[in-house]
């Protein structure tokens, strides 16, 4: 069942506005009378014209709003210079009511553009259907604005168009949640090489879980990659990389390495270079981010921890990748945990509970329990250990001095970090990331 309506008067010219109030009183009775058990809600999208007042494009169309009862609550105009910042307005009143299955009633010339900038904004999350605008014999002078691609590809250029406009819409907005922050490790040496840990904030991702630097999408999120993509290009600037050189770990919670410059595995949970300029990520919302630096070998690397990679060892094969592909030193190589769920919060059930225990008792707390508490820092700090890497080297949360302390539980601090154990399935994930500087 249709939850929504957006209807598009966007690209129609504003020669005729009664005309234009006709074809929208004509639209809203024709919804009004197809949900009588439920009514949608509804959104007009229109443009607004340059040097135009927005309160005044909204109410042109007043007239044609009146008279519907039913959908009144439920109705909104939404006016913007540009379809991006229209379209995404619309897109957040969606989101804070948790729809997801909208039709869009519009021009028909118009719906292949349309479909451009639905593939940018939005995700799999969402179904859309699409309806043609039926425009009255008497409303023949009513003109598309757009060029007609109906019924063909758009050209490239036009493609290009639409996502540079729609980037300089993301970019013009503001930061969220307060300032951006990173954080970052002691013994890294910074002269040498550029890493850090980001955190929630100073990003333009709105929806609470996944508010304000999230740096990750999928098709089961709500927030696009283009958001996704902004947020990164403001932790590049705060950082100092470059966005473009930038490659993060496919994650497969498994324990296989990709070796920059060589064959590219399908999904890899460690990568490792000693290219420079080169940035290296890993994603971390309860699962650890690992960052490895060599200041000898002036190699580095970045793995993503969860507690299956944690179990088929992770960690030391991305060692082991710098020891084989860069000849480094094992007593040389730098680690640092950075922020996972903690061993205050983090529970499995009994069966891979035991596999910790394995490794170490002090892993485990309630161990009899259905459900005991997993230390997988602990766990991977003594692989680690075990494997080669001396214990001065290793950074987690073991250190004294919590004033040096990065590696926080992200399930207990809901104002800095991500946590799919605390949020559910649309949580949001910061990064750990490394280069080795020019």
């Known amino acids: 069942m249709v939850e929504a309506v957006l209807i598009d008067l966007f690209s129609l010219t504003a020669n005729l506005q009664s005309n234009i109030q006709g074809l929208l009183h004509n639209t809203l009775e ?44 439920r109705l909104e105009v939404v006016c913007d210079q540009t379809t991006a910042a229209a379209l995404y307005t ?72 639409i996502q540079s406009e729609i980037q300089m819409y993301l ?28 955190t929630r904030t100073g990003g333009i991702s709105y929806i609470p879980t996944l508010s304000s630097c999230n740096l990750f999408s999928s098709s089961k999120r709500r927030d696009p990659q283009i958001v996704v993509k902004e947020n990164l290009r403001r932790l590049a600037n705060a950082a100092g ?16 390495v990709c070796i920059m410059g060589k064959t590219e595995p399908d999904d890899y949970d460690g990568i490792v270079t000693d290219q420079k300029g080169v940035t ?51 007593k040389d190589i730098l680690v640092v945990l950075g922020p996972s769920v903690g061993p205050c919060c ?7 509970a035991k596999e ?18 997993i230390d997988i820092r602990r766990a991977t700090r003594i692989l680690l250990e075990r494997g080669g890497i001396l214990p001065e080297n290793i950074q987690d949360d073991s250190i004294t001095d919590q004033n040096q302390n990065i590696t926080f539980c992200t399930a207990c601090h ?8 605390r949020d559910g399935t649309n949580f949001g994930t910061q990064i750990g990331f490394i280069s080795i500087k020019d």
């Not at 021009?107 to 605008?133: C, G, N, S």
């Not at 225990?357 to 005991?372: E, G, Q, T």
């Open 414 to 421: 809901p104002d800095k970090f991500y946590s799919h154990f």
């Open 356 to 373: 910790f225990h394995r490794i170490d008792p002090k892993c485990v707390r309630l161990f009899d329990s259905a459900n005991p508490y």
């Open 30 to 73: 024709a919804i009004e009378k197809c949900s009588s058990s439920h009514a949608p809600f509804v959104y007009v999208m229109c443009c607004q014209r340059q040097g135009g007042e927005r309160k005044g494009e909204q109410e042109s169309l007043l007239p044609a709003l009146r008279g519907f009862q039913s959908l009144k609550r």
């Open 241 to 256: 990389f470059n966005p473009e050189a930038f490659h993060r770990v496919k994650v497969d919670h498994a324990n296989a």
């Open 90 to 161: 619309v897109k957040q009143r969606l989101d804070e009511k948790d729809l997801s299955i909208i039709k869009i009633i519009l021009p028909t010339l118009r719906k292949d553009l349309m479909k451009v900038y639905i593939d940018h904004l939005f995700t799999a999350v969402y179904q859309f259907e699409f309806e043609d605008l039926q425009v009255a014999p008497d409303s023949e002078s009513l003109q598309i604005s757009e060029h007609q691609h109906e019924g063909q590809m758009l050209p490239s250029q036009d493609m290009a168009l």
């Open 280 to 330: 290296l990520a890993a994603p971390g919302a309860d699962c650890i981010p690992v960052l490895f630096a060599d200041p000898v070998r002036r190699a580095c690397g970045a793995a993503h921890s969860g507690w299956k990679g944690t179990l088929l060892g992770v960690s030391m094969a991305t060692v082991n990748a710098m020891v084989s592909e860069y000849g480094c030193n094992m």
């Open 171 to 198: 970019e013009s907005l503001p930061s969220l949640k307060g300032e951006l922050t990173i954080l970052r490790s002691s013994l890294i040496p910074d002269d040498i090489f550029l890493h850090g840990f980001s």
């Open 346 to 352: 983090y529970r499995l059930p009994h069966e891979s």
